[in-house]
């Protein structure tokens, strides 16, 4: 049997996730408006076979202290399904996921919208389901409050049933067309939904018909318990954010076995640890250029993306004393736990933690292509992951250095594709298209 | 001077809106989901430098009778949000003009998917206000009825004033992007909305750049009263449908003086009348060309049609007699009157008013290039239009019959530019880029 392979993602921002991108030498820091840097990306993504370009996203202007603000260029960009849908005119074979939320949104749209994408696309695009747990956020919806973690799952739960269910209005041989007897669909092909739960009455059936993939690619983040329930039962492919090999492996396996307590192919589920790549042509060239790209992160976006990340403005602290307990908040608690955690451990002041958070402070492989592959080989070999969600230090740079040394490395080693295995998300992935279950 | 010319808009389903388009000789059946007759179509309308590509849209499979909607090749499409962004990626100069509902939607969600597409397009994006008044669409949206008219119009009318609060967030130099200092956006040049009105609450700022027009073009579609005086008050172009010049005429002088009644230039604001152009080499061919379309239409698609017209199933009426006086409904009000009116005129049974509106029932202008031109002349210089929306009996045939030969004799009249006056939908309509009134 062939060797296991890497799975590959790229986790985008049109400038970078990282705070001081923008400011990278060669960088592009008009790329959140700007298209014409979005299709360059994306089609070297393709000349390298990932298997999706993957736009993250916010639902507003998020909330930090002004002087992080003014200095942050992640605050504003491109909506997802404008974007994706552009792209998907100027790209042929790689996947388009985007975010999607459960929470601010309504399930009619977000089925309609990412059917008609996969359209567009020939069957590449993914739904992100995420349940938005951002407090600014609500307050573009009229809610002045946020709901309850356990609540969002919920709902979140049962958007998936809908969005689900009406994907599978037509059978995939609805749409007969015949133009000598006037027949354009066959309604026994056809089904409603009549969907009436605790959040939503949704009657159906989708004014689309049933997308290429089946179902568009399922994607899930979650890293409490109640979001790796979801994603085991629901997911085709897992981002998780573990820190170390052995959390990562600790994340592998419980959601497989989730997975397979549910009654699916834990094979079926592809678990894609989020990774900042930063390659030199030495070790030492990365690391230097690791360190003049935290350089370029203000102190005062560093306190406001720790703000951000706690759910709590820490502006009132004493910038050179431990972080104080805090109270509970609607903040996302595995992310709120992880920093707090990790700022005990090293015993980091305000200050320190803020100038590492500021930047990016998760999973890195800083050296190489060959000591990059070697993690990744280490990670993927180790049943740690099936591949990465991976994330660019800064663009244009970052990408190229990925796709011109580091995708290489892989493929010379057998654990990257070297040309398309499909035509669809699905089957680069390796995950099944979905039967209809209803019609 | 410079004579005063035509703009023409495209209003496009995609296999055209007429029912037996798809079994016309040369259709394309599954335009629906197929996006290269999209990128075809789109590319043909802007070398012949339309205005805009226009996308009608449903928020429902509509309920017909079964035996019409088996027919029916109108009630799945491409959603025009995804369809357009796919389509600015592959066109450089036609406008796009999506549909977004005021009463299904948020104003947060289509403020910004409507700037992201004006800076993906590099300002080609329009907004056509919709008050959705379809039942069947509520359904779909856990609404068990449906607002009453002149609700939906207050609610449209708030809708709008957020939507445009929000384009205003930034002003258009905010993003300095000042790489030295480190500074990304000017925050004195940003501002919250705050808006708490009876329908919305809705914090901001937007998560988007100004778009590059200002704001996207602002399309309506009022027929009523309270749908003539909020196109006279927001819209910068106006479809309308009426159905003989003096209508025609009454409507442009009606819509033109409520807008300088509210304090605008009524020329920056353009009358539109749908028309479909049946165009063949003599008059009798193109009337040959329009009877052998209606007959592909199925007498039960007519029945249909005239049921969602009309709010109002008319299976249970005898379909040789006249149509009974029928109760008030939530549909819309005009099209209803419309209708009525026809059908008593012309003293019409249920069936032949079925056969009328199966097909498309509203202005047409069927003949030559030359007679075609002629009709469009006379509208334009009496003073009923500006230019007309444009729709095609079928595709791609009627697309290219208008774009190989009324479209060059529209330019040999000086009635239609040769090349786009200017590079966004605002620039080619001739309508202002509004100020920022807030920041």
Redesign the interface.
């Known amino acids: 049997m062939a060797k296991r392979q890497l799975k590959l993602g790229a986790f985008m921002r049109p400038v970078s996730l990282h705070t001081g991108a923008?400011?990278y030498p060669g960088a592009y820091?008009?790329a959140?408006?700007n298209?014409e840097h979005m299709?360059r990306f994306a089609r070297r993504l393709e000349e390298a076979t990932f298997d999706a370009f993957f736009m993250a996203d916010?639902?507003?202007?998020l909330n930090m202290p002004?002087d992080a603000?003014?200095?942050?260029?992640t605050?504003?960009?491109?909506?997802p399904?404008?974007?994706l849908?552009?792209?998907?005119?100027?790209t042929e074979r790689i996947g388009l996921v985007a975010t999607g939320s459960t929470t601010?949104?309504?399930p009619?749209?977000v089925a309609?919208?990412f059917?008609?994408?996969d359209?567009?696309s020939g069957g590449r695009s993914g739904w992100n389901i995420v349940t938005t747990s951002n407090p600014?956020a609500a307050?573009?919806?009229?809610l002045d409050d946020h709901m309850e973690h356990d609540a969002r799952y919920a709902r979140a739960r049962e958007f998936y049933d809908v969005v689900t269910g009406l994907w599978d209005?037509?059978a995939d041989d609805a749409?007969v067309?015949d133009?000598e007897s006037?027949?354009?669909?066959?309604?026994d092909r056809?089904t409603r939904l009549d969907h009436k739960g605790p959040h939503?009455?949704?009657?159906?059936?989708?004014?689309?018909?049933r997308p290429p993939q089946g179902w568009p690619v399922i994607v899930q983040a979650g890293a409490s318990d109640p979001g790796r329930q979801l994603a085991a039962e629901t997911a085709d492919a897992v981002f998780c954010a573990p820190s170390r090999l052995a959390e990562g492996q600790a994340y592998y396996a419980d959601v497989k076995r989730r997975a397979a307590a549910a009654g699916r192919d834990p094979d079926h589920i592809k678990i894609l640890p989020g990774a900042f790549l930063v390659a030199g042509d030495s070790v030492e060239q990365a690391q230097e250029k690791r360190r003049a790209l935290d350089a370029?992160v203000?102190v005062h976006s560093g306190f406001g993306s720790l703000s951000t990340m706690l759910g709590h403005d820490v502006s009132g602290f004493d910038p050179d004393g431990p972080l104080p307990d805090l109270p509970p908040t609607n903040a996302s608690r595995s992310t709120q736990d992880k920093i707090v955690s990790f700022a005990r451990q090293e015993n980091l002041t305000i200050r320190q933690l803020a100038h590492r958070v500021g930047g990016y402070s998760g999973l890195a492989f800083v050296g190489t292509a060959r000591t990059i592959a070697d993690s990744m080989q280490e990670w993927l070999e180790a049943d740690a992951c099936d591949g990465f969600n991976v994330m660019f230090p800064y663009l244009p740079e970052g990408l190229d250095d990925v796709v011109d040394k580091v995708v290489p490395e892989l493929r010379r080693r057998g654990l990257f594709r070297t040309a398309y295995e499909g035509r669809t998300l699905r089957e680069n992935l390796g995950v099944p298209r979905p039967e209809n279950r209803r019609v």
């Open positions: 923008w400011r820091p008009d959140n408006f298209f299709k916010h639902l507003a202007v002004p603000l003014k200095r942050s260029h605050v504003t960009s491109f909506e399904f404008t974007l849908s552009a792209l998907a005119a100027v601010f949104d309504l009619y749209h309609r919208r059917a008609s994408l359209h567009i600014d307050l573009n919806f009229g209005s037509f749409f067309r133009v006037g027949v354009y669909v066959d309604l056809m939503f009455s949704v009657r159906g059936p989708l004014n689309i018909a370029l203000h």
